[in-house]
């Protein structure tokens, strides 16, 4: 079975300062570990995920097998951050597999 | 830019009585999901369609939830004989081919079971 874990159900800091939110993993087999994002009154979007190694919004997420874990960094976070984040898994080549999502963290970016 | 559309935003049901949630995937995309999230838990998926069928399905997606794609362009959730604990978010998100194609996901609707 596959679990993601996200422990902190919120998240508040003050812009500018570094962010983190953090998302642990446990699955069997090789995996692929997403970042969802979900602004306000508005739908799920993918923010990122560890295969593109990309940096999208200041955000950056790398994936550590030894500790099973994808957290969700940004060096100075801004207003517009906040919102819910979701940390999501599927099987490494699974393209039509259900992705298994954490519980979310809610990131409030205080003035 | 498309987007995934959802009708109704919010549906009121008896319990007992079916529903079916509706969703317009992306036109050219060929993957299509349901998730659901009860108010304060995870998003769950519920099940995956590929190529007219069923392609994976979770151990919440029961007899009573059935898919379908009737014409094309819709893809529908029916649940049968709607509990109380049916009561939650209900998202839709579609995929196109390649394996690095990302789900877009709908807006959702909310069900509430009375």
């Known amino acids: 079975a596959q679990r993601v874990t996200q422990p902190e159900k919120l998240l508040s800091v003050f812009k500018g300062a570094p962010v983190e939110l953090k998302c642990n993993y446990s699955?069997?087999?090789?995996?692929?570990l997403f970042w969802y994002v979900q602004y306000s009154r508005q739908r799920l979007q993918l923010l990122l995920r560890?295969?593109s190694r990309e940096s999208i919004k200041g955000f950056t997420a790398d994936l550590n097998k030894g500790e099973t874990s994808f957290h969700l960094k940004k060096p100075f976070a801004q207003e517009e951050d906040s919102a819910m984040y979701y940390c999501a898994l599927r099987r490494a080549g699974g393209g039509a597999d259900g992705l298994t999502f954490g519980k979310g963290t809610h990131l409030i970016i205080q003035p | 830019e498309p987007e995934v559309t959802q009708t109704p935003s919010h549906q009121v049901t008896q319990m007992g009585q079916e529903v079916i949630l509706r969703c317009v995937p992306i036109?050219?995309?060929?993957?299509f999901y349901w998730y659901r999230q009860i108010l304060g838990q995870k998003v769950e998926f519920l099940v995956s369609?590929?190529?007219?069928?069923?392609?994976?399905k979770s151990e919440i997606f029961d007899d009573q939830f059935s898919v379908e794609r009737p014409d094309g362009s819709n893809f529908t959730l029916k649940i049968r004989s709607t509990k109380l604990e049916d009561s939650a978010m209900y998202f839709c998100a579609s995929r196109g081919a390649g394996q690095d194609n990302e789900q877009f996901f709908g807006p959702g609707t909310r069900l509430t079971v009375l």
């Open positions: 369609f590929y190529n007219n069928e069923i392609s994976e």
């Open positions: 560890h295969i």
């Open positions: 699955y069997s087999g090789s995996p692929e």
């Open positions: 036109s050219n995309h060929l993957y």
